[in-house]
């Protein structure tokens, strides 16, 4: 694999994990208002700093759910390395933050896919019906189902963004672990998350908040890492909105920056 191929590859799954940006633990007994956060995604390099992509998180109340949405998409430029159109959606049910629904349909460098996960729960095990759906450059479709399982707390990559968002941070001590289960397309993840502290961050718009500083990583079966640290700043209010994330690409480091909306 030559060099290039190597960091677009990198710089394709950071880009793809800030979109989406996301055992016992504490959770704020609060619920979320509705809200649009809005987000661009940055590419630094030395003195190199381009926009390289924008994202739009949305939740709606409904009743006893949450209907959630994430759309995001590459700039022109970066489309020309490798183009992405997201868009994520999925209910969750507020007793409990329990995800019922995921839906992921991407629009891919030329390919197009789907996924869904529909899921069933029975005490702490939960399994999910996953059916993929994939449409090659030259036309040709293909399709399959699977079963997840795996143990509460589970979420996808839409969900796991709320259960981010819930966590008392306040209460935990500094590199404390938190673990959940993720179901990502066909494969069950965990995702491991860290508090490292509290610290003062600047915004892009050059304003200043408070914000917990985080790391979490998503690994495999086996413990294999499916991503490296990434880290995070989320908001000290009540809110918990995360503020900045930073993952880092053999060449330069991408950064996706809150940059408003309610």
Not at 30 to 53: C, M, P, Q, R
Not at 110 to 137: C, E, L, M, P, T
């Amino acid at each position: 694999m030559s060099r290039n191929t190597l960091i677009m590859n990198k710089l394709k799954t950071i880009i793809v994990s800030c979109v989406l940006l996301l055992g016992a633990f504490n959770v704020f007994a609060g619920t979320f208002n509705n809200e649009n956060l809005h987000y661009v995604i940055s590419y630094k390099w030395g003195l190199i700093h381009k926009d390289a992509g924008e994202a739009v998180l949305s939740l709606k109340n409904q009743g006893d759910f949450y209907q959630l949405r994430l759309v995001g998409k590459t700039k022109p430029w970066a489309d020309k390395f490798y183009q992405v159109r997201d868009t994520l959606s999925g209910k969750l049910k507020k007793d409990g933050l329990k995800p019922l629904t995921y839906t992921k349909v991407a629009h891919e460098k030329g390919k197009y896919s789907r996924d869904d996960i529909k899921y069933i729960y029975s005490g702490n095990s939960v399994d999910g019906h996953a059916k993929r759906v994939r449409q090659k450059k030259d036309g040709s479709i293909t399709s399959s189902e699977k079963k997840l399982s795996g143990t509460w707390p589970v979420y996808d990559m839409l969900s796991v963004f709320y259960f981010l968002r819930n966590i008392d941070y306040a209460r935990l001590k500094n590199n404390q672990v938190v673990t959940a289960t993720v179901f990502s397309g066909s494969k069950v993840e965990s995702i491991t998350i860290r508090c490292v502290g509290e610290e003062r961050i600047k915004l892009r718009d050059k304003s200043e908040r408070d914000a917990y500083h985080i790391k979490f990583k998503f690994t495999q079966a086996g413990k294999k890492k499916s991503s490296d640290d990434i880290d995070t700043w989320i908001s000290t209010d009540s809110s918990h909105i995360p503020l900045l994330v930073v993952g880092s690409l053999p060449v330069g480091q991408v950064k996706c920056y809150y940059v408003g909306g309610k």
